[in-house]
């Protein structure tokens, strides 16, 4: 009698033990997905920020034109300066927080919308649209745009993965053990004109 019961303590321990085991590897196996996002998200603000360093040298080389709409390029300075008054804590949060994530995207698509425009509008200054400043630029822009729209597909799949195996049972249930830290990623979602280049024909 004594001996079954040792013999049953060691097998509730085994099953305790292999529990925490199991929970203990699927929290590593989250971290290292969350960690993966989040490098992911790191990339898709770097092009960002390569665009918008280059909004300032774009501006400065438009408004030198002779009668170039002046709404235009004011509506790329605004929108470049909304994207700059996102507070860093509510971008770096974004990947957990689908409202924060949402103002950042809403805000970003904004400005590329305005640029995209604003290269549109350039069609109709030959002089502008032909010196070497803005066609460097515009080749700078374009291919940053290319850029972001594959660092955010890159995103993607970077969330989709998380995503994926946190919704797994019964990973589900082990990652609500840990409250908010490993909510759902949101995903980017596709807008018009927001994850392709600008396209400008520059044939005279």
């Known amino acids: 009698m004594q001996g079954n019961r040792s013999y049953t303590g ?3 321990l085994g099953v305790i033990a292999i529990g925490i ?3 203990g590897a699927t929290y590593n196996a989250l971290v290292r997905l969350d960690q993966a996002v989040d490098a992911q998200w790191g990339q898709v603000q770097n092009v960002y920020q390569r665009r918008a360093d280059l909004v300032p040298n774009l501006v400065a080389t438009v408004k030198g034109a002779a009668n170039f709409e002046k709404s235009t390029y004011l509506a790329v300075t605004q929108a470049r300066a909304a994207v700059a008054q996102i507070p860093p804590a509510t971008v770096q949060s974004a990947t957990s927080d689908p409202q924060a994530f949402a103002r950042d995207a809403q805000a970003q698509d904004q400005l590329g919308a305005a640029l995209s425009h604003l290269l549109v509008t350039v069609e109709n200054y030959p002089d502008l649209k032909a010196t070497q400043n803005f066609l460097t630029l515009q080749s ?3 291919g940053t745009e290319n850029r972001i729209a ?3 597909m890159h995103y993607n ?3 989709q993965a ?3 195996k946190r919704d797994t049972a019964p990973t589900v249930f082990i990652a609500g053990l840990f409250g908010s830290k490993f909510n759902e990623k949101p995903y980017f979602q596709a807008q018009a004109g927001a994850q392709s280049a600008p396209t400008v024909n520059f044939t005279p």
């Open 10 to 12: 060691w097998i509730v």
């Open 21 to 23: 085991f199991y929970v």
């Open 140 to 142: 700078q822009l374009e």
């Open 162 to 164: 998380f995503n994926t």
């Open 157 to 159: 799949e970077a969330a």
């Open 150 to 152: 594959v660092e955010r």
